[in-house]
Nanobody
Framework: QVQLVESGGGLVQAGGSLRLSCAAS???????MGWFRQAPGKQREYAAI???????NYADSVKGRFTISRDNKKNTVNLEMNSLKPEDTAVYYC????????WGQGTQVTVSS
């Protein structure tokens, strides 16, 4: 079993940047890792994923602004978020997906206009 702990959320003005981190309690090398987000009143949606081999994939809404990266030695996954918009406001969740999926508790990101 893998426990995931997100950090780095906060309040930022539109156009600003934040860096989210996800620390895993165990090895993540075999997992596809991802960042998902859920805005108030909306369904959870994927923002970015990165395969075990390091290939990233982004939702159209964040492409060109967010960058996902992983460090399999440190068992961490990061999400660099730039040019933030008010519509990026959400709780951001880290996910590890293998034969079983694991989720973190989430970290709040609020972007003010």
């Amino acid at each position: 079993q893998v426990q995931l702990v997100e950090s780095g959320g906060g309040l930022v003005q539109a156009g600003g940047s934040l860096r989210l981190s996800c620390a895993a309690s165990g090895s993540i090398y075999r997992f596809t890792m991802g960042w998902f987000r859920q805005a108030p009143g909306k369904q959870r949606e994927y923002a970015a994923i990165i395969t075990p081999g390091g290939s990233p994939n982004y939702a159209d809404s964040v492409k060109g602004r967010f960058t996902i990266s992983r460090d399999n030695k440190k068992n961490t996954v990061n999400l660099e978020m730039n040019s933030l918009k008010p519509e990026d406001t959400a709780v951001y969740y880290c996910k590890a997906e293998g034969a079983v999926a694991y989720w973190g508790q989430g970290t709040q990101v609020t972007v003010s206009s």
